[in-house]
């Protein structure tokens, strides 16, 4: 049997510390779903397609990587893609409160799904995708916080 999680966020945009992420979770799992959640509420940077096609031209040459967009809870996209676990990242101790409570309600409700938290390494940590949309509305380039190869002038 595959052994399928999921990876759900934002990714407004996907960033280096996503990635290295993804690079940890692989090694534990057999397909990685990084689900991008629409919130119909809220406009961001990019698209919600436009971050799809990000992460799928950075893995384009990754069978074990997909990336979907989904509506609503994210326990629901994770029993409909058959995960047995949702992947987090924390960087921090204010990461950690926000995904505890998060994971205590994922649990409640759905829990067959274990959710795992990884921590993202210390080279990358400082990397969140509000800073990336911060720097690149003063004009600057972002390319440092973004993975190798991926340029978001390409995805604006
Ligand atoms: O990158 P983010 O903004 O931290 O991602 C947050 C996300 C999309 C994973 C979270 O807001 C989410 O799961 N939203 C869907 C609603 C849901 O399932 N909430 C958790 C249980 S109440």
Same mark, same amino acid.
């Given at each position: 049997?595959?052994?399928?999680?999921?990876?759900?966020?934002?990714?407004?945009?996907?960033?280096?510390? *996503?990635?290295?992420?993804?690079?940890? %979770?692989? $090694?534990?799992?057999? $397909?990685? #779903?990084?689900?991008?959640?629409?919130?119909? &509420?809220?406009?961001?940077?990019?698209?919600? &397609?436009?971050? /799809? $096609?990000?992460?799928?031209?950075?893995? %384009?040459?990754?069978?074990?990587? +997909?990336? /979907?967009?989904?509506?609503?809870?994210?326990?629901?996209?994770?029993?409909?893609?058959? %995960?047995?676990? #949702?992947?987090?990242? !924390?960087?921090?101790?204010?990461?950690? &409160?926000?995904? $505890?409570?998060? +994971?205590?309600?994922? *649990?409640?409700?759905?829990?067959?799904?274990?959710?795992?938290?990884?921590?993202?390494?210390?080279?990358?940590?400082?990397?969140?995708?509000?800073? !990336?949309?911060?720097?690149?509305?003063?004009?600057?380039? !972002?390319?440092?916080?973004?993975?190798?190869?991926? *340029?978001?002038?390409?995805?604006?």
């Amino acid at each position: 049997m595959q052994r399928i999680a999921i990876f759900p966020g934002s990714f407004d945009p996907f960033t280096r510390g *996503h990635e290295a992420l993804v690079g940890q %979770a692989l $090694r534990l799992f057999d $397909r990685v #779903i990084i689900g991008i959640g629409n919130n119909l &509420e809220k406009s961001g940077l990019l698209t919600v &397609e436009n971050r /799809r $096609r990000l992460i799928a031209d950075l893995y %384009a040459d990754e069978p074990r990587i +997909e990336a /979907r967009i989904y509506t609503g809870l994210t326990g629901d996209f994770a029993r409909q893609a058959g %995960a047995c676990a #949702i992947l987090r990242g !924390v960087r921090n101790t204010t990461d950690f &409160e926000y995904e $505890r409570t998060m +994971e205590a309600a994922n *649990h409640r409700i759905y829990p067959d799904i274990t959710t795992v938290m990884l921590f993202t390494p210390s080279e990358v940590a400082d990397i969140a995708s509000s800073t !990336v949309r911060e720097v690149l509305a003063f004009g600057r380039t !972002v390319d440092e916080f973004m993975p190798r190869g991926i *340029h978001i002038e390409d995805y604006l």
